[in-house]
């Protein structure tokens, strides 16, 4: 069921190193590369124009250094003290405990990876975390908020809150697409995408 609550505007942390190399992060703090800063400055530059973001909303951001990196450049161009954005514990990206550090071709070639998408929903990397547990961090989270929400967080952890507000099943979360450069806002059940690398270029 879609969530009716506030508007919440979601932006994906930018590229890292590890990124490029398709390796999965999950806990493990990698800072972003070149590509990742030029995309954090295209996001504040675009998100400038957004008279919506002006007034009312809660800044939150995740713990990890690559969320805090992007965070740092949006805060710039939007003229935001630093200090207003929460550090966030509940919006830090899901674990993948021992996958960490693989290649993402290495955990689906993997005999414990499910084919299924739906039954990847409930499946728990050893040392980390499954979407299920996700998804139930973000409902948490979401429903202690009183104001509009801006967050700067995870691949991962951004498909279980979208997933989350716009209603979608299990097979559906696991499989949102979520593209660098890019921000999301969410509300009354429908995700809006907008590209902030074309809209600087």
Not at 6 to 24: A, C, D, M, S
Request: net charge negative; hydrophobic share 45%.
């Amino acid at each position: 069921m879609a969530n009716s609550g506030p508007p919440v505007y979601f932006v994906r942390h930018g590229e890292t190193q590890w990124n490029k190399l398709g390796l999965i992060q999950g806990w493990t703090d990698v800072p972003l590369n070149d590509m990742g800063h030029a995309q954090a400055k295209a996001m504040g530059k675009a998100l400038v124009s957004v008279d919506e973001l002006k007034g009312g909303f809660q800044h939150f951001v995740s713990p990890m250094l690559r969320a805090r990196q992007t965070m740092g450049h949006i805060a710039e161009a939007l003229d935001i003290d630093l200090d207003t954005f929460a550090i966030e514990p509940a919006v830090k990206e899901l674990g993948f405990g021992v996958w960490e550090g693989k290649t993402v071709w290495e955990l689906k070639a993997s005999p414990i990876y499910p084919a299924d998408p739906e039954t990847r929903f409930d499946w728990q990397p050893r040392g980390g975390e499954s979407y299920a547990e996700g998804f139930s961090r973000m409902k948490a989270w979401y429903d202690t908020l009183t104001t509009p929400a801006f967050v700067v967080a995870h691949g991962a952890i951004g498909r279980c809150l979208i997933g989350m507000l716009t209603g979608l099943g299990p097979a559906e979360i696991v499989g949102l697409p979520m593209i660098q450069g890019r921000y999301c806002r969410i509300e009354s059940g429908k995700a809006q995408w907008f590209d902030a690398m074309a809209a600087a270029a």
